[in-house]
């Protein structure tokens, strides 16, 4: 804290207090434990070997392929002397030895999941990482299994099964562990699914409780101790009424993105997934709980409160992005406050223990929605670009794929920024009427996305959260769809789709360093402290996920609605990037 | 002037209620054989099928309305492969693709087998061979029920239907 309150003095004499992460200053070890780093989710590393001015030493220590050519999303997990890694379908788990040479394999684990696990991938075949737990990595399998392993051995201690692909669930994302229980959430927005969070013992992978994101306040715990900000979250069954008779049964808001954690307020935060089917015609009414963000109690599950960002969502305006923990000084006051790049392109401060949204900014091109109403929480959709059944909506920004997608952002302790990677893209869009088959796609849109205003598709931005606005921006060709990672060096790390590795200096902006993998970069870069005391950088290379698909699918680009819209505006990714599944683990020279 | 006649009633002779005629074929995945090869033909109802304007049209119809789109786009792919391209990891004739599409594959895609009417399939199946230009353009719909995002099917250069697909993923080793 006095740091960056020095600093800050120092640079502009401002008095203005700064944010700051909410929580300890995570892993003041060096280690890596879970993919977002820590409980505020803000991909904060406390190492500061590497800096600006020896980063141009910055090489390749050692290297670990994969095996698997297909989109690699995974934070490689570090505690001690162990490195974890899942791979994409069919998510095999290595631990690698960093204490010696090489970093040799110590133990692989293949959980063999079911082969047609990947006819209901939506989006790739992708897992976002394991979790460390009290010498256990857990993780989840593409088919919808999650698995705790002994981390010493690779051993089995339980293999619970959560999900059944034929009703078209997978499960893709990273689970966290809150207070001894694993919490893991299906995916499968796109088939029609109904979407739920479940917590399971640590130590057994019994089940403690499951909430589903729609239904009766029964199914979504929702009890006496909810108490959302806003009115049009209260009311009884909310989760049923605001849907077509039995349409919540295959409603979606599955919970494939990222939780967070406040231990002092003792809250977990996750958002939920786009409501199904992307034809919004066939759900009228506000589609609850899709498309939003509950607190919830981690012993019990119970929801304390709810807000929606996407009402009765149009453009599978997915809710799942991360929630940033910080405290702020707002008015004066300083409050707990989460930070949310959402997919529907605002950046959204909002007092985490009330739900109360204090502010709601574009922080990419957005003409889809208006503003956000502070008053209602309620966006203006643009009643222009609205979809009806059987008309193309044009130039509609951002895309399906939202301003940002799954990538997760990160935020600097030292310059109180928040680091988004992220899309430029807009879309035509046209809605027709969808059937429900169980274990297939739950659509009725199609879409043929394009780069959005200045011709790259892709963007770093730098956001102060305090000044709500840019700081400043790195433009990229392709869209950005790598997390990135934020270090006390002063340095950012991200990756791009055509394999480069890039690190920019966190106050400007400043290309510092950059490094071509051998195949495009969608994961997420980590630092830890290797066993030798030195600072590494490592990150998976392996292109793949929505958009990669057009690679590692093969999918033919003279169709724009390829990949659900990516075929048009990524024509060129085959002749840019090839398939590939590669750890590099990057440090400075002894 | 009568074989003339005939041949411009050809495209005409659509049967709309029923299966044409014929045995179910049992398609190889592949033209490897041990010793010399023996050609294998596509089976008289195959061939029916996938000449047929009014099958062709249908198998578009219920190309949306079993959701393939969902996962194969509009021919370019997305779950699944494209079906617009030239390389087919089951096989591109329309007995293997009606094959495919009953049996179902071991990569996600489904088994339609007491799901569709074999009519049903045997149509679908006669549209897939129309996405990579494999049917008359006699025969393929000109208009498709979709935003454009391709040349229209009557346009587009045939794809050869020899190549396997080197995208296959396998199962691993049980």
Known sequence: ?590 | MAALAMSACERERRAFHSAPEGTHPRPALTDFQPGSAMTQGVSDTGLAYERNAYHINQGSRWYRAFNCNGCHGNGGGSIGPALMDDQWRYGGNIDQIHASIVDGRPNGMPAWRGKITDMQAWQLSAYVRALSGNVSKAAAPSRRDAITSTPPLTQLPRQSTDAGDASAQQPPPQ
């Open chain 1, 1 to 590: 804290m006095n740091v960056w309150l020095r600093c800050l003095l120092m640079m502009s004499g401002a008095s203005v207090a700064f944010p700051a992460t909410a929580q300890q200053p995570a892993s003041p070890d060096g280690s890596w434990p879970m993919a977002p780093l820590n409980y505020a989710n803000t991909r904060y590393s406390p190492l500061d070997q590497i800096r600006g001015d020896n980063i141009a030493n910055l090489r390749v220590e050692f290297t670990f392929s994969t095996g698997i050519n297909r989109g690699q999303e995974a934070a490689p997990i570090v505690v001690g002397d162990s490195m974890y890694i899942v791979t994409p379908w069919p998510n095999v788990v290595y631990a690698l030895d960093l204490s010696r040479p090489g970093a040799p394999t110590k133990w692989k684990y293949e959980p063999k999941p079911l082969p047609a696990a990947q006819g209901v991938a939506c989006c790739d075949v992708v897992n976002r990482g394991a979790v460390f737990w009290q010498g256990k990595v857990i993780f989840n399998t593409l088919d919808g299994r999650t698995i705790a392993l002994d981390a010493n051995t690779g051993k089995p201690l339980w293999d619970v099964k959560l999900a059944d692909i034929n009703k078209g669930e997978t499960v893709t994302m990273a689970p966290m562990v809150v207070k001894g229980k694993v919490l893991v959430g299906n995916s499968g927005g796109e088939f029609g699914v109904r979407g739920w969070l479940v917590a399971l013992n640590a130590d057994t992978g019994k089940q403690a409780w499951k909430a589903y994101s729609t239904g009766p306040d029964q199914d979504v715990l929702i009890g006496p101790s909810f108490h959302p900000f806003y009115a049009s979250d209260r009311g009884k069954d909310l989760g049923m009424t605001t849907w077509p008779p039995e349409a919540w049964k295959i409603g979606g808001g599955t919970v494939w993105g990222w939780i967070s954690y406040d231990p002092e307020l003792d809250l977990i935060y996750y958002g939920t997934a786009n409501p199904g089917p992307w034809n919004a015609e066939q759900r009228p009414g506000d589609n609850k709980w899709a498309a939003g963000i509950f607190a919830r109690d981690p012993d019990d599950g119970q929801a304390r409160w709810f807000y929606q960002f996407n009402p009765h969502d149009v453009f599978d305006y997915d809710a799942v992005n991360e929630s940033l923990l910080v405290d702020m000084t707002i008015d004066g006051k300083r409050r707990k406050v989460l930070v949310r790049p959402e997919r529907n392109g605002f950046v959204y401060v909002m007092d985490r223990a009330t739900g109360q949204v204090l502010s709601a900014d574009p922080f990419g091109t957005v003409n889809s929605i208006e503003r956000i109403d502070l008053s209602t929480g309620r966006p203006h959709w643009n009643p222009d670009k609205q979809p009806a059944t059987g008309k193309v909506v044009r130039e509609v920004c951002p895309a399906a794929p939202g301003a940002k997608d799954w990538n997760p952002s990160a935020f600097s302790n030292r310059t109180g920024l928040v680091y988004i990677p992220h899309n430029n893209l807009c879309m035509d869009w046209q809605t027709s009427e969808v059937n429900y088959i169980a274990g297939t796609p739950y659509l009725g849109a199609e879409a043929r996305f394009y780069g959005g205003p200045g011709g790259n598709r892709g963007a770093l931005t730098a956001w102060n959260p305090s000044a709500r606005k840019m700081a400043w921006q790195v433009k990229e060709d392709l869209p950005l769809y790598s997390g990135a990672l934020a270090t006390a060096g002063d340095v950012v790390f991200y990756g791009t789709m055509d394999g480069w590795f890039k690190a920019v200096d966190a106050r400007t902006g400043k290309p510092l360093w950059q490094f071509k993998t051998d195949s495009g970069i969608i994961g997420q870069p980590v630092s830890y402290r290797g066993p030798d005391g030195r600072q590494y950088i490592a990150v998976l290379s392996g292109i793949g996920g929505w958009p990669g698909a057009i690679v590692v699918a093969n999918l033919d680009t003279r169709d724009a609605t390829a990949g659900g819209g990516w075929g048009g505006v990524l024509s060129d990714l085959k002749d840019k990037t090839s398939a590939g599944g590669t750890l590099y683990v990057f440090a400075l020279p002894k």
